[in-house]
């Protein structure tokens, strides 16, 4: 196997050729902010996050989709990749509901735990607010896309992992959101409910239909009759 050796942040690196510049970070236990890249399944420098320097190239370049060379110096953790990376979370922040007190994935979210890392206080950057529709019509999987951040982690799952391929970028520019296509509802495609585009989802874009309220009707209702599931009773000796 063809091999090269890099340095990155000063550090020598020795990794098969082919393999990305974050990659060869990761294996040297060198971290380096992501949020579209998921590990054999979506590398396509979507988000910007992973921005680095490489000596010689032209601007920062994102390391998720950037080979190493022989003899390549990397820097990941200069103060104008850090400022770059903080610009880029705040970009795609002007842009996303401010709902983290009653979103689901608060406190498990990769976007606002970025945000923290990266000491995000304010958004410099105002503008337009997308204003989608969300689409509840399916039995178990919700879809908010203005929380969307186009990652596209979602559309890879599902067509190249699942093979289900119901999930895909629609429209253009501003406009453009992952859905399926011909903007029909997931219970209006072939979606097999199987849930690994919430799993793999950084932010709350998609989730778990929350039944919770409905059998709280259904329980609190005497005309729908309610098998409640108790466990046995434990006899104490
Ligand atoms: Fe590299 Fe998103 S992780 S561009």
Redesign the pocket.
Known sequence: MEMVTLTIDGQVVRVPAGTTV?EAAQQAGIDIP????LKEINKI??????LVEIKGARGLQ????YPVAEGMEVKTNTPSIREARKAVVELILSNHPMECLTCNRSTNCELQALAKKLGIKDIRFTGANTAFEPDLSSPSIERIPDKCILCRRCVAVCNQVQGVGVLGLTERGFESLVAPPFHRTLNEVNCTFCGQCINVCPVGALREKDHTQRVWEALNDPDKHVIVQTAPAVRVA
């Open positions: 974050l992501t949020l579209c890249y420098g979507a988000c910007r996050v992973c994102a390391s998720c989709v």
